[in-house]
């Protein structure tokens, strides 16, 4: 496609559901990225994708959080038994490859638990 | 640890004016440093990164190791530069991996 893709763009959970997002690169971009913005904060990192290997899932904040990119293009983020801190802005970006390319990023999925 | 500090939250200026926007940075090696934009209901979007020396949209960041600062200007402000701009500092020997963001600004531009 022509941008970085993310689905869906609101959801509002209870606290305890569990919840997925969706993010589809740019196609053939090998790198993709999630981060999370809480409200008033900027962007803070979550994992790192290479093509389908997670090399960096060190700002995921507790093993209620789990990503993954089983075939090196769509990724999800699923967050299980969500809380209320878990809401936030969770952004998706992608790169061509690790190095001098520019970080695309998508529209983000705003999550909001009740 | 690396570190991102904005410390205005809120910045407005007249249309004509000359803008800076603030940013420190701490971090041990040699950092990577980089200007982020989101416009009204746009995405967030690269501005200018310090290695490639350019200027983008009138805007210029000159990268100060001695004060740690990497400090976003520009000689006349245009009321669509009215966004929400955003340091950042990425911490893997350039390659664009991991960001650390600070907060933002949120930069007014009045007519």
């Known amino acids: 496609g022509a941008g970085v893709s993310q689905s869906p763009r609101y959801k509002v959970a209870k606290r305890g559901q569990d919840v997925a997002l969706r993010c589809d690169p740019i196609?053939?971009?090998?790198?993709l990225f999630w981060y999370q913005q809480a409200l008033g904060q900027g962007p803070e990192f979550l994992t790192y994708f290479q093509n389908e290997a997670q090399l960096d899932k060190s700002g995921l904040p507790s093993d209620r959080f789990f990503a993954e990119r089983p075939e090196g293009s769509v990724s999800t983020l699923k967050i299980q038994r969500t809380q209320q801190e878990d809401s936030a802005v969770y952004l998706c970006?992608?790169?061509?490859?690790?190095?001098?390319?520019?970080?695309?990023f998508g529209a983000g999925s705003r999550l909001t638990v009740l | 640890a690396q570190r991102v500090t904005q410390p205005e939250k809120l910045l407005s200026v007249f249309k004509g004016a000359p803008v800076e926007l603030k940013c420190n940075y701490s971090?041990?090696?040699?950092?990577?440093l980089f200007w982020y934009v989101q416009y009204s209901r746009q995405r967030l979007q690269l501005l200018l990164r310090?290695?490639s020396r350019e200027s983008i949209k009138g805007f210029t960041a000159d990268l100060n190791k001695g004060e740690t600062s990497f400090h976003l200007k520009k000689p006349f402000a245009q009321e669509e530069d009215s966004a929400m701009y955003y340091c950042?500092?990425?911490?893997?020997?350039?390659?664009?991996?991991?960001?650390?963001f600070g907060k933002g600004t949120l930069l007014t531009v009045n007519p």
């Open positions: 971090y041990s090696g040699s950092p990577e």
């Open positions: 310090h290695i």
């Open positions: 196609s053939g971009h090998v790198s």
């Open positions: 970006a992608s790169m061509k490859a690790l190095g001098a390319n520019v970080l695309t």
């Open positions: 950042a500092l990425e911490n893997s020997g350039g390659s664009n991996y991991k960001l650390t």
